[in-house]
């Protein structure tokens, strides 16, 4: 998924045994699997259809300020939640018996998208880690947010990440005889001769419910967007959808296509100036646990949090973050599973050395 060599090297290493077993697949991405549709409405939509009727209150465009502490040595208690909703204040009283669970950063910080006619126009905030700044500050057990939310940070942390629709079949079918693989199955297939170092990943269709027949989802991101391209010889972050489809389709060797396909897509490209920095070097600190110590009711998932051994950017170390914080703090159903360790899996072992042994 992009490791650089000026990445954290235990995070590498945390990759490697995590997906150990896919090694045996490592040329076809064989073992990938991938939602049906997008995982918006694989996941998310189906999980608040569930929550609405049992008394979950969703409340959208709320800004939460900052937390409040019960004066209480040695503790942790939430007893206050300062939020801002359309331009107005507010505070909620949290009891001691209520449950507080914070997402402490995002990926998706800071992102703007463009289009097929402009680049995508910084929008620097800081807003999405605020709030971690915030309980991090004069304290120890909520990590370091500035290891992974800074100015420094986005040079080695930033992606450039595009969406295309294609009322035509040009692409996908020119993609699946070039791979061998039809759309949604296999991994990302990736240009390493680009100098953006361009992946890309052709979706099942429909991708989107409700698709329009005929019409065809891809999506892409170049790992060095601070590059200038091959044959759009500018950084990749200061190009219009148009340029990054142009650069895409040439080094595919797509030429004879190329008009088709430029007609028949529209390309959005997207700047994400932290997406990697999960990648960033740390120490065991920069990242607090899902429970800090002392904490009564307060929890923190996502994947700014250390939990040994776990990767991050899954959604298996979002739901084990969750996991450990209503185990620790509700005592309440079974204890995480152990996280999968590839160096322990023989037949993962025995697959990896015959792919790499024997190719």
């Not at 995070?11 to 490592?26: A, K, P, V």
């Not at 880690?129 to 915030?134: I, M, Q």
């Amino acid at each position: 998924m992009g490791t650089l060599p000026e990445h954290s090297a235990i995070e590498f290493q945390r990759y490697m045994n995590r997906f150990l077993y896919l090694f045996g697949h490592m040329w076809d991405m064989t073992g990938v699997m991938r939602t049906p549709i997008n995982q918006h409405q694989a996941f998310i939509e189906p999980l608040v259809k569930w929550l609405r009727p049992r008394g979950v209150n969703f409340l959208t465009g709320a800004f939460v300020k900052d937390i409040g502490f019960a004066p209480s040595p040695g503790r942790i208690t939430v007893n206050r939640l300062d939020y801002e909703r359309s331009g107005v204040a507010m505070s909620v009283t949290v009891e001691p018996e209520d449950l507080v669970l914070v997402t402490t950063g995002s990926q998706a910080a800071d992102m703007s998208a463009g289009s097929m006619t402009e680049a995508p126009r910084p929008r620097p905030s800081r807003r999405t880690w605020a709030l971690w700044e915030r309980l991090a500050q004069g304290r120890t057990d909520f990590g370091n947010p500035d290891i992974f939310f800074s100015p420094s940070a986005i040079r080695p942390s930033r992606w450039v990440t595009f969406t295309v629709t294609d009322t035509g079949s040009e692409f996908v079918n020119q993609m699946t005889a070039l791979t061998g693989s039809k759309p949604g199955r296999g991994g990302l297939v990736t240009l390493k001769d680009s100098n953006w170092v361009l992946s890309l990943s052709i979706f099942h269709q429909p991708e989107i419910t409700g698709q329009a027949p005929g019409t065809s989802l891809w999506w892409g991101y170049g790992l060095h967007p601070e590059r200038d391209g091959d044959y759009v010889t500018k950084p990749m972050n200061q190009c219009t959808g148009a340029e990054i489809l142009e650069e895409t389709l040439r080094h595919l060797r797509f030429d004879k296509q190329l008009p088709a396909i430029m007609a028949s897509s529209i390309l959005i490209p997207c700047d994400m100036p932290y997406v990697n920095n999960i990648w960033l070097p740390r120490n065991g600190s920069d990242r607090p646990p899902p429970v800090p110590k002392g904490a009564t009711n307060l929890g923190l998932i996502g994947q700014y949090v250390e939990m040994p051994k776990e990767i991050a950017f899954t959604i298996e170390c979002s739901v084990r973050s969750a996991w450990v914080v209503i185990y620790t703090l509700l005592k309440r159903g079974p204890a995480p599973p152990s996280v999968y360790q590839g160096l322990y899996d023989p037949k993962a072992l025995f697959d990896a050395l015959k792919v790499f042994v024997f190719p």
